[in-house]
């Protein structure tokens, strides 16, 4: 792939990446190779900062990676639609996970989409709903399908292991 400081200065007129960290651990990237290098290391930089977002809250992460005409088409009742709707749930879910952690295990590039898989990790030390926590754990998975377009991105559909979470803190009772 071409140097980062390369692409970082040809994507500077489409929006400013280069706060976007270089840094977030992938575990496995897995590119299917449809457009000029340029373009695919423009979508991956895009997704990297989403889930740079998930990993610390920071808006302005989200703001640079995601576009104005954002769309969640698994929106989960509760949740705004368009961009304001993953800055609520980072909000409300770090409000009961303060030290929330996403973990990139793979990300597929195939065009303007991007699938990942990650792992979500903290403990409940917050409050959820009128579930108060008492530091358990909490890891979890979540896959997503992006779709990129001028460098941000514009779709979302998202599944979660919420079955899982919501045991783990004790909000839905599992028997085995």
Request: glycine share 6%.
């Amino acid at each position: 792939m071409k140097s980062l400081t390369a692409i970082v200065l040809l994507a500077s007129a489409a929006f400013d990446i280069s706060a976007a960290p270089e840094d977030l651990k992938v575990d496995e990237l897995v590119v299917a190779k449809t457009h000029p290098d340029q373009h695919l290391d423009l979508n991956i930089k895009a997704a990297r900062a989403f889930y740079e977002f998930w990993n610390t809250g920071d808006e302005q992460l989200l703001k640079k990676s995601i576009s104005p005409q954002f769309v969640d088409h698994t929106l989960p009742s509760g949740r705004p639609q368009g961009p304001q709707g993953p800055a609520f749930a980072s909000k409300t879910f770090r409000a009961a996970v303060p030290d929330l952690n996403v973990e990139v295990k793979k990300m597929v590039v195939a065009g303007n989409f991007v699938t990942v898989h990650m792992e979500f990790k903290g403990h409940f030390t917050g409050t959820f709903g009128s579930t108060r926590g008492e530091g358990q754990t909490v890891d979890f998975i979540a896959t997503d399908l992006l779709q990129i377009s001028d460098n941000r991105i514009t779709d979302n559909w998202h599944i979660e292991d919420n079955l899982t979470l919501l045991s783990q803190m004790g909000v839905a009772k599992v028997e085995r």
